[in-house]
């Protein structure tokens, strides 16, 4: 098998990136409506319930030998360090903007660190997710499942020790059917994000997850603006976020082209002989 064979296709890339994008886009939005339209006072709690989800999926997939990733041994902790922090910078600061930003874009200091500190998080954990992700190691489900079991519960002493917990305890939708059917739809779309981050990163550089993720932070804010009702007409707010949504855009169309050209020119160049 030639190097250029071993590449994963364009269609690989493309659907691997537009899952992600999905799947981020769906669950901002489902969070977005648990803790502002429901008022849920809790997004620790509810990055709790997305993990144990992760593991609750992948174990039992493994038990049923549908997926395989390796037992634990007290190697895997070196091996992953430091994706579980990072990981856990990522879920908890996405929740924390989520919470803290409206879909008006108005100003909030601390809902925009919390978005900035995301973006830095988003990068380093791609980066780290596909130097991780050697099939002769842990592979994509192991360390989806070791990230998940590692932080799952400093994630809960936070919740715990900052109060989360009990304002989840105490909120007063719990008997809401409508209100527990997004909750549990919130933590299957957690796990599968996650699946997605891994999927994009293998097939991606970890540049273009970030990018992709940035372009869905936007996309949340047109539609905050078509469907929310409460979006405040800003020229310079407006200019930046068309031209945010602009580059990250030409960026992906040119990502993209560039990882096609290798393959065609090695294609090219492939001895005839060697093609039969």
Not at 19 to 48: D, E, H, Q, R
Not at 160 to 183: C, R, Y
């Given at each position: 098998m030639t ?16 899952l992600?994008?999905?799947c981020?886009?769906l669950?901002?939005?489902?969070n977005?409506?648990l ?10 709690f ?10 609750m999926?992948?174990?039992v ?14 190697r895997?902790?070196v ?10 910078g990522n879920h ?6 989520t919470s ?6 108005a ?5 925009y ?8 998080f988003?990068?380093?954990?791609g980066?780290y997710t ?9 592979g994509?489900y192991?360390?989806?499942f070791y990230?998940?079991c ?6 809960f ?32 779309l957690?796990f ?10 293998h ?16 996309s ?39 990882q ?10 492939v ?6």
């Amino acid at each position: 098998m030639t190097a250029a064979a071993a590449e994963p296709s364009r269609a690989a890339r493309l659907l691997s990136a537009l899952l992600y994008g999905g799947c981020s886009l769906l669950l901002v939005l489902l969070n977005k409506a648990l803790l502002t339209a429901y008022g849920f006072p809790s997004p620790v709690f509810l990055g709790i319930g997305q993990m144990a989800t992760t593991i609750m999926i992948l174990y039992v997939a493994k038990l049923n030998k549908i997926i395989h990733f390796p037992d634990f041994d007290k190697r895997i902790p070196v091996k992953l360090f430091p994706l579980p922090l990072l990981y856990i910078g990522n879920h908890l600061s996405g929740l924390w903007s989520t919470s803290k930003l409206s879909s008006d874009l108005a100003f909030n200091l601390e809902g925009y660190i919390f978005v900035f500190l995301n973006d830095i998080f988003t990068a380093a954990n791609g980066v780290y997710t596909k130097q991780k992700m050697d099939p002769k190691e842990l592979g994509k489900y192991g360390v989806l499942f070791y990230n998940a079991c590692f932080m799952v519960i400093p994630t809960f002493l936070i919740s715990v020790s900052t109060g989360d917990l009990q304002q989840a305890i105490e909120f007063h939708e719990w008997k809401n059917i409508l209100f527990i059917l997004q909750f549990l739809l919130s933590c299957l779309l957690g796990f599968l994000l996650m699946f997605a981050t891994v999927l994009c990163s293998h097939y991606n550089s970890a540049l273009t997850t970030a990018v992709v993720g940035a372009i869905k932070n936007v996309s949340v804010a047109y539609i905050g603006m078509l469907v929310g009702g409460d979006y405040i007409f800003s020229l310079l707010n407006f200019a930046g976020l068309n031209i945010c949504m602009a580059g990250g855009l030409r960026y992906s169309f040119l990502t993209l082209g560039s990882q096609l050209k290798p393959n065609q020119t090695d294609e090219e160049n492939v001895p005839l002989d060697t093609k039969s």
